[in-house]
């Protein structure tokens, strides 16, 4: 049987989310850079902005509520 804690997964959640980070940075350069001028693209980054805090924001209240340090025994 094997056996790791919870941590280990969330570990592995900010590995995800800092690869995310680093894409949506270089995502949010070009659009910048390319055509931020026009209202169809600040609107979409805006749309798209909006959508990444509200994902962030409920992983966060959904992950406040789990003790970390339980173990999975598999």
């Known amino acids: 049987m094997i056996t790791f804690s919870l941590w280990g997964l ?3 959640y900010a ?7 680093i894409f949506a940075i270089i995502n949010l350069y070009h659009m ?6 026009t209202f169809e693209s600040f609107f979409m980054t805006f749309i ?4 990444v805090i509200l994902i962030l924001f409920i992983t966060y209240k959904l992950g406040i509520a789990i003790d970390w340090r339980q173990t999975i025994t598999i």
């Open 15 to 21: 590995i995800f989310l800092l690869i995310f980070i």
């Open 32 to 37: 910048i850079a390319y055509g931020f001028l």
């Open 48 to 51: 798209f902005l909006g959508g």
């Open 10 to 12: 969330l570990i592995v």
